[in-house]
C-alpha cells in the first residue's frame, strides 16, 4: 500500500514565526513530490513541487526533500493569517502515471494575529 | 488562460440513484485524473484519462467509471449511489511533460442521502 503520512494538526503558530509541516512516504521509488494547499471550502491549489534531495525556495516557501530518509518538509518563513490552510502532501509513486496523486490526509495550519 | 471547470457545483441525490459529474480542463490539456475527497479518506485517486483512455486506475469499485472525449472534456459517473458517496469530487487537468502540474478545478459537492 504506497502511503502518504502527515500530521493532521493543528499545528498553530503566531504571525511572523515560522511554520514546518513534514511528511513521510513509503514508496522508496517515488521521485516527483508536491505540496498543495487548500483553504475550506475550496480545491488544492500548487505551492511547491520538488525531484531533487535538498532545498528548493519560493519567497517565503522553502520545499525540502530527503529520498534516503523517504522526507518532505514544506517551511513557512514569516507566517501570514492569510497562510491558515490545510497543507496536502503528494507524491508520484514509481510506475504510475505522471497524472497519479498519492496524496496525505494533510496537514491544517492556523496561524493566529 | 481560463482555469478547469466543473458542472454542477453541487448535487444532492438518493441512495440507488446515478450521477454525472463532467469537467473542462484547461485548454490544450490532454489529461484529466478525478478524485474523491472525503473527511475521513482524504483526497483519493479515482482514475486518469488521456486521450480518451483510461491511463490509470484507482481502487474504486465498478460502479464509478469515466470516460473523456475528444475535446479533452471529461465525465464521471457514479451509478447505485451509496451514502458513503458523499464527498467532493475533484478534477485535475495536467499538460503532457513529465512532472507537470495538477490544476484542480472547483469541485463538485455530491450529497447522497
Known amino acids: 500500500q504506497k502511503e502518504v503520512e502527515q500530521n493532521s494538526g493543528p499545528l498553530s503558530v503566531p504571525e511572523g514565526a515560522i511554520a514546518s509541516l513534514n511528511c513521510t512516504y513509503s514508496d522508496r521509488g517515488s521521485q516527483s513530490f508536491f505540496w498543495y494547499r487548500q483553504y475550506s471550502g475550496k480545491s488544492p491549489e500548487l505551492i511547491m513541487s520538488i525531484y531533487s534531495n535538498g532545498d528548493k525556495e519560493d519567497g517565503r516557501f522553502t520545499a525540502q526533500l530527503n529520498k534516503a530518509s523517504q522526507y518532505v518538509s514544506l517551511l513557512i518563513r514569516d507566517s501570514q493569517p492569510s497562510d491558515s490552510a490545510t497543507y496536502l502532501c503528494a507524491v508520484i509513486p514509481p510506475n504510475s502515471g505522471y497524472s497519479t496523486l498519492t496524496f496525505g490526509k494533510g496537514t491544517m495550519l492556523l496561524v493566529s494575529p | 488562460k481560463a482555469g478547469v471547470t466543473q458542472t454542477p457545483r453541487y448535487l444532492i441525490k438518493t441512495r440507488g440513484q446515478q450521477v454525472t459529474l463532467s469537467c473542462s480542463p484547461i485548454?490544450?490539456?490532454?489529461?484529466v485524473s478525478w478524485y474523491q475527497q472525503t473527511p475521513g479518506q482524504g483526497l483519493q485517486f479515482l482514475f486518469e484519462y488521456f486521450s480518451e483512455t483510461q491511463r490509470n486506475k484507482g481502487n474504486f469499485p465498478g460502479r464509478f467509471s469515466g470516460r473523456q472525449f475528444s475535446n479533452s472534456r471529461s465525465e464521471m459517473n457514479v451509478s447505485t449511489l451509496e451514502l458513503g458517496d458523499s464527498a467532493l469530487y475533484l478534477c485535475?487537468?495536467?499538460?503532457?511533460?513529465?512532472?507537470?502540474?495538477?490544476?484542480f478545478g472547483p469541485g463538485t459537492r455530491l450529497l447522497v442521502l
Open positions: 485548454s490544450g490539456h490532454r489529461s
Open positions: 485535475a487537468s495536467t499538460g503532457t511533460g513529465r512532472g507537470e502540474t495538477q490544476y
